[in-house]
């Protein structure tokens, strides 16, 4: 009895004097465009509803130009001042194997269906030469973009095939998104050594890598984009116009068998709770934020009980003219309190 009541005393002294208890959560983040993060004071407004992490987006050459700009630099320095993480989530294939080398070789690039290279999309990842000047690239633009936690993102050609040559056809397409991703490890660890890439799991690289796999620093990044946010993911049935066929079980499965090849304490859930653009179906105008509080309640609730403890979202057209005609984000502070209350059981 006398143990019990030490307890509680000491579970009262922590309370009283407001001892922080820490959320199951440690990324907490959204993904912005350069013209949000140009337009808007986005680490402040991170910082006031919780949010601890903001991600650049869409591809290098775009993000470089806005950090280089007085904008870019004003953006970095309220990052420092609120200690808000900076990371950059880019769509980088073809700038990472510019498109104009395939006049020099076309064996670094992927061939199509019919058998004729092309550099449409991605590239051949049976060719050492093209994965030497990816890894190359990569590394230039870690040391151009540093990222403040470590984490990078360079990410294949959005949804679009891979090689369909005699040796690539042997790999699904996220076994051959890991064999590119393996080869860039190595070069940006030589300029930042505790450098972590991302494997993006999205659209058609969804299914877990088999034959091959991560290298030491590779780690997990699962979007669910064939999804609905008008219910939760623990509605195994729930699908829609867009997904297809794709059912929020079928998400799942795919989750956890990735989570089987990758450590779950390293990886990130990127979702599109505050995704405005998808929303807008990538138009401006933007629609108002169709936000769903109990939707992305239980999805957190649903990531936690897997391990997952970071989460991002896009909330890509949430710029100034987004919130001159909806100016109160609530969803922010929800999502941020959201991540930050949450304790697993």
Known sequence: ?????????????????????????????????????????????????????????????????FIDSPEGQKFLEGCEKYGIAVEHQLHAMKELLPREMFN?????????????????????????????????K???????????????????DDGAPTCQCEKCLQYTASEQALIIENSMIGAIRQVDPEAKLAH???FNTMDAPRKVKPAEGIFLEFAPFLRVWDKPLTDGEAHGPRTGEMTHADNMQYLRDNLEVFPVEDAVILEYWLDVSLFSGWKKPAVELPWNK???????????????????????????????????????????????????E
Request: proline share 4%; aromatic share 12%; with cysteine.
């Open 1 to 65: 009895m006398k143990r019990v009541l030490l307890i509680c005393a000491s579970l009262f002294m922590l309370v009283s004097c407001g001892t922080k208890v820490e959320s199951h959560y440690q990324m907490k983040g959204v993904v912005l465009a350069v013209e949000d993060l140009a337009t808007v004071d986005w680490p402040r407004l991170a910082h006031e509803n919780g949010i601890n992490t903001i991600g650049t987006h869409i591809n290098p050459g775009q993000v470089k130009a």
């Open 104 to 136: 020099e070789d076309p064996e670094m690039f992927r061939m199509n269906e019919t058998g004729e290279r092309t550099p449409d999309f991605n590239c051949c990842v049976h060719s050492e030469k093209a994965l030497e000047i990816i890894a190359k």
């Open 138 to 156: 990569a590394a230039e633009f870690a040391v151009a973009l540093p990222a403040t936690n470590h984490r990078y993102y360079y990410w294949l």
């Open 200 to 202: 993006l799991s999205y």
């Open 294 to 344: 109990e939707v992305f309640e239980s999805d957190i609730d649903t990531y936690a009980k897997l391990g997952i403890r970071n989460v991002t979202t896009f909330a890509v057209y949430m710029d100034s003219a987004y919130f001159a005609a909806y100016p109160d984000p609530v969803y922010l502070k929800e999502y941020g309190e959201g991540l930050g209350s949450y304790r697993a």
